[in-house]
T-cell receptor
Framework: SQQGEEDPQALSIQEGENATMNCSYKTSINNLQWYRQNSGRGLVHLILIRSNEREKHSGRLRVTLDTSKKSSSLLITASRAADTASYFCATDVGGADGLTFGKGTHLIIQP | AAGVIQSPRHLIKEKRETATLKCYPIPRHDTVYWYQQGPGQDPQFLISFYEKMQSDKGSIPDRFSAQQFSDYHSELNMSSLELGDSALYFC???????????FGSGTRLTVV
């Protein structure tokens, strides 16, 4: 089963609104990362939150991590049409085991 | 700043042929990872190398192999290609202890 499960699978909102995406995982992690992917393109690293952190900000992005619930959320404030993309959470258990990605949330920002 | 370079960007092969994908990690990154992303799917971890030694294997078919060379570039070799191998193949690199991976733009492999 997937380590990272995200919801919603798709989200459509109006420009200027906030978008919230959630991710749940199953095992203990070293850190959790969020990535963005424009259609058919590469993955762009957005933000990393370590297991001992609860919240992190980067520009219009806010990430929370609740290790007791094994969940994380990504909030994009004041959304823009250019934010339209797929967003993936990925868990890192440390070492060179690679990331385990969730299914992703496809975000559409309506102008 | 230099990013992770992958080549080729696009590749079309016929069934049962062989393909080789190349990845040039960011200088001084000590770990390289390969991922496969099928159409509409999430990326799946295939294999990783730490300091030129294979470190971990994920869901990599036996028909695939990979290696990392003395200059740290890595190659993913895929033989007896099947239609289901059509996907985006990403390489990523990281530096131990720094967290965060840098992904290449990917190679889109189409098997016909």
């Amino acid at each position: 089963s997937q380590q990272g499960e995200e919801d919603p699978q798709a989200l459509s909102i109006q420009e200027g609104e906030n978008a919230t995406m959630n991710c749940s995982y199953k095992t203990s992690i070293n850190n959790l990362q969020w990535y963005r992917q424009n259609s058919g393109r590469g993955l762009v690293h957005l933000i990393l939150i370590r297991s001992n952190e609860r919240e992190k900000h980067s520009g219009r992005l806010r990430v929370t991590l609740d290790t007791s619930k094994k969940s994380s959320s990504l909030l994009i404030t004041a959304s823009r049409a250019a934010d339209t993309a797929s967003y993936f959470c990925a868990t890192d258990v440390g070492g060179a085991d690679g990331l385990t990605f969730g299914k992703g949330t496809h975000l559409i920002i309506q102008p | 700043a230099a990013g992770v370079i992958q080549s080729p960007r696009h590749l079309i092969k016929e069934k049962r042929e062989t393909a080789t994908l190349k990845c040039y990690p960011i200088p001084r990154h000590d770990t390289v990872y390969w991922y496969q992303q099928g159409p509409g799917q999430d990326p799946q971890f295939l294999i990783s190398f730490y300091e030129k030694m294979q470190s971990d294997k994920g869901s990599i078919p036996d028909r695939f192999s990979a290696q990392q060379f003395s200059d740290y570039h890595s190659e993913l070799n895929m033989s007896s290609l099947e239609l289901g191998d059509s996907a985006l193949y990403f390489c990523a690199s990281s530096a131990t202890g720094r967290g965060g991976y840098t992904f290449g733009s990917g190679t889109r492999l189409t098997v016909v």
